[in-house]
């Protein structure tokens, strides 16, 4: 196989954005109409208010798709799918699924935790109001799984069951690892955060949906229970890899947190990063008080979050992350060389993956 570099990567994440978009206006029309899709598949008794739905929902969510987003996880999806010998064009729509639900947790996370800026522009909420911002991300959680209703002609019942049992145990995974998220960066937690705390977070939180995009693509493929699981694992250290990554990011990489409103918003957030959870371990007590204090007061102030940022650095805390992101890396790329037979599919995921954890952006 013929070596695969991020410029492969990146041409392959926009063709692949692209299609995906186009196929998600299927289901989330930008102009809702009496035909749209979505009322073919369950047909309203009634009569629907188009103009309402167009401006409480097709808007806002277009508005927020149209300002990008990498949709990694639907090229994972069509990957995993491919190297396990499926058709990733029969099955091109469920790729569709985890990016939807991507983006209505990034609408939510905004609010819940009380954020500005969202890939350089305002928060949904703050354009369209938190009533509005609230419903959109609640729609988002659900209007995939259509896709599965338009499909089923195509997915014997067993697979459309094990689809729906993995749609029902990550969806419950993303509340939990944004329930321990919340507590933390609120205090509400009266203990130290530990490191495999914080890990069984990413795991819940970011791991589930690359994990839910793995593992649907491998029911689809007909791979039996035990590969569905491995490559899963698989998926979710590239999610966690990948949350680690944006830690780093925010406190090290300018032009990624400009697009957030500068370097540090994890630290106004008073988020409990890895590189947070190391540096208190390793401080002293002056350090720890003052790395501590910082994050309860959800500044905003930049000295002060720069004042953090050299405490993490002072213990090196991000040298740290960085070995375990690279780790777990590792870890996701054994199990795939140990499941995946050779094939270009498979040098794509495994090029996919150092991208991830590599990025600057």
Wanted: glycine share 6%; net charge negative.
């Amino acid at each position: 196989m013929g070596l695969i570099d991020d410029a492969d990567i990146e041409q392959l994440l926009e063709k692949t954005a692209k299609r995906i978009d186009q196929k998600i206006e299927e289901y989330i029309p930008r102009s809702y109409r009496r035909d749209s899709l979505i009322f073919r598949l369950n047909p309203p008794r009634y009569e629907p208010d188009l103009e309402a739905l167009n401006k409480a929902i097709s808007e806002p969510t277009w508005e927020f798709l149209d300002r990008g987003g990498k949709r990694w996880r639907p090229v994972l999806f069509l990957l995993v799918l491919e190297a396990l010998g499926g058709d990733p064009e029969k099955y091109f729509d469920f790729a569709l699924i985890s990016e939807i639900i991507h983006n209505g947790t990034l609408i939510a996370d905004d609010i819940e935790d009380s954020s500005e800026f969202r890939r350089g522009k305002p928060c949904t909420y703050k354009m369209f109001g938190l009533d509005v911002a609230v419903n959109v991300s609640d729609s988002l959680f659900f209007l995939p799984m259509s896709v599965l209703i338009k499909n089923k002609h195509m997915v014997p019942l067993d697979k459309a069951s094990k689809l729906y049992e993995i749609f029902v145990q990550e969806m419950t995974n993303l509340s939990f690892g944004q329930a321990m998220d919340i507590a933390w960066h609120k205090g509400l937690a009266s203990h130290d955060v530990t490191e495999d705390q914080y890990l069984q977070m990413c795991v819940y939180k970011t791991g589930t949906l690359a994990r839910m995009a793995a593992r649907m693509a491998a029911v689809l493929a007909g791979a039996d229970d035990e590969v569905v699981e491995k490559m899963g694992r698989f998926a979710e250290c590239i999610g966690v890899s990948f949350q680690i990554r944006d830690d780093i990011l925010d406190v090290v990489g300018e032009e990624f947190a400009r697009g957030k409103g500068g370097l540090g918003m994890d630290i106004t957030e008073g988020k409990r990063s890895l590189m947070i959870i190391h540096a208190l371990r390793r401080a002293d007590a002056d350090d720890k008080k003052r790395l501590t204090s910082i994050l309860m007061m959800h500044t905003a102030d930049e000295n002060l979050r720069k004042e953090a940022i050299n405490i993490i650095k002072k213990y090196g805390s991000v040298n740290y992350a960085k070995k375990v992101a690279e780790k777990l890396k590792r870890e996701s790329l054994n199990e795939a060389e140990k499941i995946l037979p050779p094939s270009k599919s498979k040098d794509r995921l495994i090029a996919l993956a150092n991208y991830l954890v590599e990025r600057k952006m």
